[in-house]
């Protein structure tokens, strides 16, 4: 049956996850003007934005900034934030076809890849995400103890967050104070024993996924030399032709750059090391890192990594892998285990009436924040095309009264998008206090503690 949609009755969307997909996708339908909108925005952490908060690097505030339209978004009277509600436990996905038109899910890839070698189990073997949420004040990972008593660090991994964990590691207490890393990270990194930090990549410089921004800011830091070996920016014919990629190009130029500066005799040193695998992470006889042993790589004619039997140990005592974010399965939502999202075609979740995805969830973890409004906007015009044509949900109780008592009745304690505003207020008011940008709380139970009035 043609649903009717009207200022009495307006399409009633829910949206999982309050990352940037979330936000763009409340963006794109406040935007629209075919059919009247009320937009709830769930999560289960008390604090929105998602990876702008607990993955971007704290020393990049810039990227940060985007926040200020989400805030817009998030603060418009069609839209609501509801925080400290978790999908799948306080609402569950029957519970969202009984009280809404349309969901989509905006959960991002909140799981890493592994390495599937021996040793990745030990103490100091981590994912990079483990370490990126720890430094980043998030309630999951803020009470985890870091051992940072290692003098060398292995980064297994050549993409941007490869980049900002090896940054974190070598900058100085002075250089991370500008930040809004997290105290608790803060006083723990003063501490750090860390002078060698070894990024490796599995093929050459050519094919690295960084960008050249965060490459030149290695060449940038108070108190650490970047090092590279000149015969691993050594190309051929062949290869240098093959580069198209304008980013790609500069990498490299920077990488050649980087191999021959004379070191400056800094006290820490950023190894890029190109063309190696891990193959084993070695146990120092107490179930800690001892130690990676490598191997050297070569690319065959479809540049591919092909390993050579030519192997080297690196001393270090933590191994951080960085080789890819994937999704994690939502209850009731179709999930595709291999690839790490949710089944659909553009946007719509495969077999499924009114439930469609945006982001990493459904595309798999790629591009920028920004690249997830298009993504986000794509979706909703799907959505928009389905309720146009009377293809959404028919819920039983289509109105916001319903969803709160369905929630109270449970004992959820909802935070609200102004209760976020008082939190956030609370932090910017520490970190000016304490001439920093911001100063994370990273209890879940004093987050809540903080309320508007």
Avoid: C
């Avoid at 309630?139 to 993409?159: C, F, K």
């Avoid at 285990?337 to 439930?355: Q, Y």
């Avoid at 956030?424 to 920093?436: F, I, N, P, V, Y």
């Amino acid at each position: 049956m043609t649903q009717v949609y009207s200022p009495e009755r307006p399409l009633r969307v829910a949206v999982i996850g309050s990352g940037p997909s979330g936000v763009f996708a409340a963006e794109a339908l406040l935007k629209q003007t075919a059919l009247p909108a009320e937009i709830d925005v769930f999560d289960r952490l008390p604090t929105p934005y998602g990876l702008v908060r607990y993955g971007v690097a704290p020393d990049h505030l810039t990227i940060k900034s985007v926040t200020r339209g989400f805030e817009k978004t998030l603060s418009d009277p069609r839209v609501r934030f509801l925080g400290n509600v978790e999908f799948g436990r306080d609402l569950t996905h029957g519970d969202v076809l009984a009280h809404y038109d349309a969901v989509i899910y905006t959960v991002g890839a909140s799981s890493d890849r592994r390495l599937g070698i021996p040793g990745e189990d030990l103490a100091g073997s981590m994912s990079a995400t483990e370490f990126v949420a720890w430094y980043n004040g998030h309630p999951d990972a803020a009470a985890r103890e870091m051992l940072l008593h290692a003098g060398g660090v292995a980064v297994v991994g050549v993409g941007n967050v490869a980049l900002d964990v090896s940054r974190i590691l070598v900058k100085t207490v002075a250089e991370l104070r500008e930040s809004d890393i997290a105290e608790h990270a803060l006083k723990a990194l003063e501490r750090s024993q860390v002078k060698d930090v070894y990024v490796l990549g599995r093929r050459g410089p050519a094919q690295a996924n960084f960008t050249t921004k965060e490459l030149r800011e290695f060449g940038e830091l108070s108190d650490a030399d970047p090092v590279v070996m000149p015969a691993d920016v050594q190309l051929g014919e062949a290869e240098e032709a093959a580069i198209t990629d304008n980013v790609k190009r500069k990498n490299v130029e920077v990488l050649r750059e980087f191999a021959v500066r004379t070191p400056e005799g800094k006290d820490r040193r950023i190894h890029l090391r190109f063309l190696v695998s891990p193959v084993e992470i070695l146990d120092d006889g107490q179930g800690h890192v001892g130690g990676l042993k490598i191997e050297r790589n070569r690319l065959d004619d479809q540049g591919n990594a092909v390993g050579t039997g030519e192997y080297e140990t690196l001393p270090v005592q933590m191994v951080l892998r960085s080789v890819g974010y994937k999704g994690v399965a939502l209850k009731g939502v179709p999930f595709d285990e291999r690839r790490g999202v949710i089944p659909n075609a553009e946007g719509r979740v495969e077999g499924r009436t009114g439930e469609y995805t945006a982001g990493w969830i459904k595309r798999g973890p790629s591009g920028v924040v920004g690249t997830n409004r298009k993504d986000a906007t794509d979706t909703v015009a799907a959505l928009l095309a389905d309720a146009q044509a009377g293809a959404l949900l028919t819920p039983a109780q289509p109105g916001r009264e319903a969803v709160d008592a369905l929630l109270a009745g449970r004992g959820v304690d909802v935070y609200t998008f102004g209760d976020w505003q008082a939190l956030d207020a609370h932090e910017l008011s520490e970190g000016q206090a304490q001439g920093r940008p911001r100063h994370k709380v990273v209890d879940l139970a004093e987050m809540l503690s903080h309320r508007r009035r």
